[in-house]
T-cell receptor, first 112, second 114 residues
Framework: GQQLNQSPQSMFIQEGEDVSMNCTSS?????WLWYKQDPGEGPVLLIA?????ELTSNGRLTAQFGITRKDSFLNISASIPSDVGIYFC????????????FGKGTKLSVIP | EAEVAQSPRYKITEKSQAVAFWCDPI?????LYWYRQILGQGPELLVQ????????DSQLPKDRFSAERLKGVDSTLKIQPAELGDSAMYLC????????????FGPGTRLTVL
């Protein structure tokens, strides 16, 4: 089945630093989504990407849909303590399938 | 703001017992999803409903898991009998329609099987 490789698995950064994480797939996706999950809560959608090469921002977050359609990137600028959590990428292949495939997540820790 | 409701938030049970989880999606959302999230992993789809009909249950272990959404609104996921490997977070999500990218997740039910 489809698999998403998300990296890094975890990262520790100083408050104010920028963060980059990425997700790669063994197959092509038509939609890329980025979610954030706080401890004990369900994932919350941050950014949705629908077109290869697309670059979309949501406040301090910027995500890109890779031109090969097999990868996506999420950047967080000027990190703050509330950015702590687990960030998941998810992809949808389309072609009649609406199922989302999730990565294993990147756990972000921000040191004040 | 409308939210997906789930109960209970936590459940501890012994193996071979039956457990049930409840989900109430956002009002007006036709599509409802049940996911299982093992610690350290991303959510994996178990079953997807469009109104009261099952759209996709290919990943549901049907020998012990069942799900229903009788009136096309709230839904129940049942496990009988529970096994040690079923310990996980069970997440419910809803969206306006099949294929709608914005799936809104509930807080989940954390199941521990002893």
């Amino acid at each position: 089945g489809q698999q998403l490789n998300q990296s890094p698995q975890s990262m520790f950064i100083q408050e104010g630093e920028d963060v980059s994480m990425n997700c790669t797939s063994s197959s092509i996706f038509n939609t890329w989504l980025w979610y954030k999950q706080d401890p004990g809560e369900g994932p919350v959608l941050l950014i949705a990407l629908y077109k290869a090469g697309e670059l979309t921002s949501n406040g301090r977050l910027t995500a890109q849909f890779g031109i090969t359609r097999k990868d996506s990137f999420l950047n967080i600028s000027a990190s703050i303590p509330s950015d702590v959590g687990i960030y998941f990428c998810a992809g949808r292949s389309g072609a009649g399938s609406y199922q989302l495939t999730f990565g294993k997540g990147t756990k972000l820790s921000v040191i004040p | 703001e409308a939210e997906v409701a789930q109960s209970p938030r936590y459940k501890i049970t012994e193996k071979s017992q039956a457990v049930a989880f409840w989900c109430d999606p956002i009002s007006g959302h036709a599509t409802l999803y049940w996911y299982r999230q093992i610690l350290g992993q991303g959510p994996e789809l178990l079953v997807q409903f469009q109104d009261e009909s099952v759209v996709d249950d290919s990943q549901l272990p049907k020998d012990r898991f069942s799900a229903e959404r009788l009136k096309g609104v709230d839904s129940t996921l049942k496990i009988q009998p529970a096994e040690l490997g079923d310990s996980a977070m069970y997440l419910c999500a809803s969206s306006l329609a099949v294929g709608a990218d914005t799936q809104y997740f509930g807080p989940g039910t954390r199941l521990t099987v002893l």
